[in-house]
Every structure is written in structure tokens, then in C-alpha cells.
């Protein structure tokens, strides 16, 4: 399986952008109804303000512009008619499912400009075919992953997805997800606006849109008044400060101690636990249990998608296709081009 990621953020361009990227990936353009729009690392390179709603609906423009890309992407990568799984957060799950499914399926034009990756490009239309759709919740595709992935995790555990939008926790058993025990809370952008606060009482920001200065926050600096500034114990802080006050709250009243009972396993996924300080919280906090952090926390819940759309698919890799549309980023997870035998 094979994954691919970029940004969630997109910008209107009509601008002609030549030669900037090193391929589709980091140089997507493409147009909608004739406006021309950058898409991940090109709008984050090249854009003035780029963005996304938080956890937009497949009728949001946004969204449909992330989910094409992803198309696009995939085609290139292996043209056949794609089974798809994707997902939301388990708070939107119910009202978007089959808005997703009426935006997802069926046969899609999609008319992109390569000049970005390539120089003597010309537009070029693709048309990519979704034969079937199934929408599931996000932590029921990292339960999926944890299961029927590289990890093959059996008996109970707890499951975390710490994203950019939502953390979504739950307890996994062999039968199934107890729904009961399903959260669905505010992402790390409730850390990313309490230090953009913080900062701000001391430094100008500028026009950074959320997303620019959630690349920031990654790297734990920031240039102001063309000075670096070191942002880790701020970023430690409010990372501290959201386990604190939304995150540890949520989950006493959500988990039992019956839960607790034949469960002894932890497990953590999404962006959020790619800083150790927001882990060590949750070691704090659940020290009665085995906590895990996943290898490939970005990608895992495309792979639950993916690794569902191979089941829907009866096995057939060339139409497996798992698409995370994150509020920070976008995975498209597919297995590569099956070779064609020689004659």
C-alpha cells in the first residue's frame, strides 16, 4: 500500500504558475467552473492566504476541491475504476454519509494544469470512475488499520485519533466498535488558536492564515519582525492546557471502569501524537495501561479506508482506494499499478 499526503488548504489562482514543483503531488491545479484553484503544498507555497473550513460538509466547495484532488492524484497513480472508502468524525458522520456518497460517486471530469511541475505542460482533462462509495467513521478506519494492518492488534484496546479538526476515542472489542464509548471532541486547533493568543499579545502576526501557522506550531518556531522565535513551551503549554481542560474531562465520563476491566491497551494515532508532550499526558493519565503510538499516525486512517475498499473490492488492489480529507491533511492511500504481464 502506498500513501500520499498533502496540506488541506486551498486558494483561487488564475495566475500562471510554471515550473515551481517537482511533480502533481506538490504542484496540484486544477479548475472548477472555470476558476483556477491551488491545492496543498503549491497554495502553501504559492498562495497568499490559504485555508479550510473545519470539518467542512461535501457540499462545501472546499471539501469537493480536497476530494478531486484526491481523485486526481489516484488516477495518476493507477487509472482503474476506484472502489472508495472515506470517512468523517463521528459527529458528522450520520449528516454527511450519503451526501459524501452522492458527491463521491459515479465518473468524474477533472481539468488540471501541469505547467506548476511542468514548464511545456498543457491542460490536459482526466476522467477517473468511482464504481462504488462506503462512508465510515474516521475511528472506525484506525480500528480497522490497528486490526487488519502491519499492527494485527487483537482482543480490546482503547483507540485515539488526534486530529487537526476532531479527536475521536473509543473502545474497540473483536465484535465491533462500542459505540457507547465513541467521543468525538474539538482537534488540536484548540491548541494551535491558544497559542496564536499567547503569541499575539506580544507579536504582530501578520495576515498567517490557521493553517500557516499550524505548520509553525509543528516545527516549534515562527519568524516575526524577521527574528526566530522559539514556540515549544508555548506549544507545550496549551498542548497541556487542551489534555487538561478537554481531552482527560471527556474521556472520564465517556470510559467506564467496566471498560477498564478486560482492556489493557492504549492505542494513539492522527497528528496529535506526533508531540510528546501531548503523549505524556495521556501516559500520565492512563498509566494503568500499555500505551502505543502508531508508526505512521498520518496515514493510518486512510490504510482502515483502504484496507476496507480492498474488502468492498473482493480483493481487486487496482480498485482499492482510501481518502482521508483531514483538516490539516489530505492521505490518499491506494496499492500500486498492478503490472501487466507480457505477452
Known amino acids: 500500500m502506498e ?3 498533502f496540506p488541506s488548504i486551498i486558494e483561487s489562482s488564475n495566475y500562471e504558475i510554471r515550473n515551481v514543483a517537482t511533480d502533481l503531488l506538490h504542484g496540484l491545479k486544477f479548475y472548477e467552473d472555470e476558476l483556477g484553484y491551488i491545492i496543498g503544498y503549491l497554495a502553501l507555497s504559492e498562495g497568499v492566504a490559504p485555508g ?10 472546499d471539501y469537493k476541491l480536497l476530494a478531486k484532488a484526491g481523485l ?9 475504476p476506484k472502489n472508495l472508502v472515506t470517512g ?6 450520520y449528516v454527511n454519509k450519503s451526501k459524501a456518497e452522492d458527491l463521491l460517486n459515479g465518473v468524474h471530469e477533472i481539468t488540471f494544469d501541469p505547467a506548476p ?4 505542460g498543457l491542460t490536459q482533462m482526466v476522467t477517473t470512475k468511482v464504481s462504488g462509495v462506503e462512508v465510515i467513521p474516521e475511528i472506525e478506519a484506525c480500528s480497522i488499520a490497528a486490526r487488519k494492518g502491519d499492527m494485527k492488534k487483537e482482543g480490546n484496546f482503547f483507540i485515539v485519533s488526534i486530529g487537526y479538526g476532531t479527536l475521536e476515542a473509543c473502545l474497540s472489542t473483536e465484535k465491533g466498535l462500542v459505540y457507547r464509548t465513541i467521543v468525538s471532541l474539538t482537534g488540536l486547533n484548540y491548541a494551535v488558536n491558544l497559542a496564536i493568543r499567547e503569541i499575539s499579545k506580544s507579536f504582530y502576526l501578520g495576515l498567517r492564515s490557521e493553517h500557516q501557522f499550524d505548520v509553525a506550531f509543528k516545527e516549534g518556531k515562527i519568524i516575526l519582525n524577521r527574528q526566530e522565535l522559539n514556540i515549544t513551551e508555548i506549544r507545550k503549554r496549551t498542548l497541556q492546557r487542551y489534555f487538561r481542560d478537554i481531552i482527560s474531562p471527556s474521556l472520564r465520563n465517556a470510559w467506564k471502569d467496566d471498560d477498564f476491566k478486560n482492556t489493557k491497551s492504549l492505542i494513539l494515532t492522527g497528528g496529535g501524537s506526533l508531540y510528546s508532550d501531548l503523549v505524556e499526558c495521556f501516559e500520565k493519565d492512563f498509566d494503568f495501561l500499555n500505551l502505543t503510538v502508531v508508526d505512521n499516525p498520518l496515514t493510518f486512517a486512510s ?19 482510501g481518502i482521508d480529507i483531514g483538516n490539516s491533511t489530505t492521505i490518499v492511500s491506494l496499492f500500486p499499478r498492478t503490472p501487466v504481464e507480457a505477452q
Open 3 to 5: 500513501s500520499y499526503l
Open 88 to 93: 468523517f468524525p463521528f459527529s458528522m458522520y
Open 72 to 80: 486526481l492524484l489516484s488516477h495518476v497513480k493507477n487509472p482503474a
Open 117 to 120: 511541475f511542468d514548464a511545456n
Open 303 to 321: 490504510e482502515g479506508y483502504c484496507i476496507r475498499a480492498l474488502e468492498n473490492s473482493k480483493g481487486d488492489k487496482d480498485s482499492a482506494l
Open 52 to 61: 479550510k473550513a473545519i470539518n467542512s460538509f461535501p457540499t462545501d466547495l
